[in-house]
């Protein structure tokens, strides 16, 4: 019902920046909550951040806040992570998701999930 397709990682050193985008497809008018989730080989993913389709209310992992930002654009239904200092400990395939419900911090709060980008940080 709802397609994610995920766009903008890379290759950088650290303290470098990239810009992820997702467009999403389908029955977005479902969901209400968009996410970011990374994972690193051999790790389980996790949350780094999350936006309200509504209301643009962001919550961010401890490990990111005040280095990524997340951000929407409802009329494009598309969503952003801004990453800015990276450090190589953010090295992960970085997966966009989105919630039906208004539960945002686990894997198993999210339906729909797009392929993810590759983000490499070097240091």
């Known amino acids: 019902q709802v397609q994610l397709v995920e766009s903008g990682g890379g290759l950088v050193q650290a303290g470098g920046s990239l810009r992820l985008s997702c467009a999403a497809s389908?029955?977005?008018?479902?969901?209400?909550?968009m996410g970011w989730f990374r994972q690193a080989p051999g790790k389980e993913p996790e949350f780094a951040a999350a936006?309200?389709?509504?209301?643009?209310?962001?919550y961010y992992a401890d490990s990111v806040k005040g280095r990524f930002t997340i951000s929407r654009d409802n009329a494009k239904n598309t969503v952003y992570l801004q990453m800015n200092s990276l450090k190589p400990e953010d090295t992960a395939v970085y997966y966009c998701a989105a919630s039906t419900s208004s539960r945002l911090y686990r894997i198993g709060d999210y339906t729909y999930w797009g392929q993810g980008t590759q983000v490499t940080v070097s240091s």
């Open positions: 389908g029955r977005t008018f479902s969901s209400y909550v």
């Open positions: 936006i309200t389709w509504s209301g643009g209310s962001t």
